[in-house]
């Protein structure tokens, strides 16, 4: 099989594994926040928030974005770190050597 044919059809597949749960259960993007504020709110009726949202995202979809963006670029800091940790530790011994 070329390798133009498979990686087609690799990237098919992953399309397929990535949107079809999406398309077939039309998926409600709900977090942990809101069930936290039910389970609080049927645990004590007179609770009230301590903080209001300075902004409240238009959809779940947006604020599901912006979590995993959150998340992309912490671990995209964590991991530049690293590797740059690591490739000036391998500058350091080469150097000595």
Request: proline share 5%.
């Given at each position: 099989?070329?390798?133009?044919t498979r990686n087609?059809?690799?990237?098919?597949?992953?399309?397929?594994?990535?949107?079809?749960?999406?398309?077939?259960?039309?998926?409600?993007?709900?977090?942990?926040?809101?069930?936290?504020?039910?389970?609080?709110?049927?645990?004590?009726?007179?609770?009230?928030?301590?903080?209001?949202?300075?902004?409240?995202?238009?959809?779940?979809?947006?604020?599901s974005f912006l979590?995993?963006?959150?998340?992309?670029?912490?671990?995209?800091?964590?991991?530049?770190?690293?590797?740059?940790?690591?490739?000036?530790?391998?500058?350091?011994?080469?150097?000595?050597?």
């Open positions: 099989m070329k390798s133009i087609g059809l690799l990237l098919t597949i992953v399309f397929v594994l990535t949107f079809a749960p999406l398309i077939a259960r039309k998926a409600e993007f709900a977090g942990s926040d809101a069930q936290a504020e039910q389970a609080i709110g049927s645990l004590d009726v007179n609770y009230t928030p301590w903080f209001k949202p300075l902004w409240k995202p238009p959809s779940g979809e947006v604020e979590f995993a963006l959150q998340a992309a670029l912490g671990s995209g800091f964590v991991f530049y770190f690293i590797g740059y940790s690591k490739g000036k530790h391998s500058a350091s011994k080469r150097d000595q050597q």
